[in-house]
């Protein structure tokens, strides 16, 4: 397959990212799945309460059109509406036909470093693994790729492709805990990984702190780096050899090899 690592620039209105979206998928000719950031409705800052929307309205409605005019499957993140008056912040994947073929909701909230997501935002419960054109995508959201048991069970349930999406906070050290923990994901589990992070916040932060490293990567089950886009937007089409998981995992059964 061939998957677009897609590291836009999220803003303050939903109608310019959307615009962002577009552009991003124009420019992913050739790929049959595009992946983007966590929250590219609207960035982190915005009260994602005020953002959020059932998975049928607009915004996503909005992203099925997309894929469907561009003939490419996506993942994205955004915020769905919570019936406790919170939002979900939830992952939907959405096949090359423009049909939703499945959410997550974010699991691990990011109460740290000064941070309180969960006073906006309310918990998912459950790991996704969804399956777009014969590959079975397991999904994790931002914070979640610190909890290496949300990974494992997503190889359990059959993931072929781990999928990170995030806005990841800047910080002290920040940017080498996301890229050691996206390689630590796919070595561990001996699988491809493809994480996608929101360009980096610039001019005008918003409230709560600027977001987004970049350093979009694919990494293979080997745990080599086949990409990594740095700090500045871009798009960029990458081959994913899903035959390479099973060589890898027969010289290192490590999977095999569990005891606990």
Known sequence: ???????????DEPEAN???VREALARAEGADLAVFPEAVMVRFGNDPREAAEPLDGPFVTALREAAREHGTALVAGVF?????????????VVDSSGALAGSYRKIHLFDAFAFAESRTIAPGGEPA??????????????????????????????????????????????????TTLVRARAIENTIWTAAVG????????????RTGVGRSMLVDP???VTADLG????????????????????VLPSLEHRRL
């Open 18 to 20: 959307l615009a962002a």
């Open 231 to 250: 700090p500045f937007p871009a798009v960029r089409v990458l081959p994913v050899d899903l035959t390479l998981t099973g060589e890898v995992r027969r």
């Open 129 to 178: 693994v969804v399956e777009v054109g014969g590959v079975r995508l397991g999904l994790i959201t931002c914070y979640d790729v610190r909890f290496p048991e949300l990974a494992r069970a997503l190889v359990d349930q059959g993931a072929h492709l781990l999928v990170v999406t995030a806005a990841w906070a800047q910080g002290v050290f920040k940017e080498e805990h996301w």
């Open 198 to 209: 929101k360009a980096p916040d610039r001019d005008d932060p918003p409230r709560g702190g």
């Open 80 to 92: 769905e509406t919570s019936p406790d008056g919170r939002a979900f912040n939830t992952t939907v």
């Open 222 to 224: 080997m745990g080599a």
């Open 1 to 11: 397959m061939r998957i677009a690592l897609c590291q836009i620039e999220v803003g």
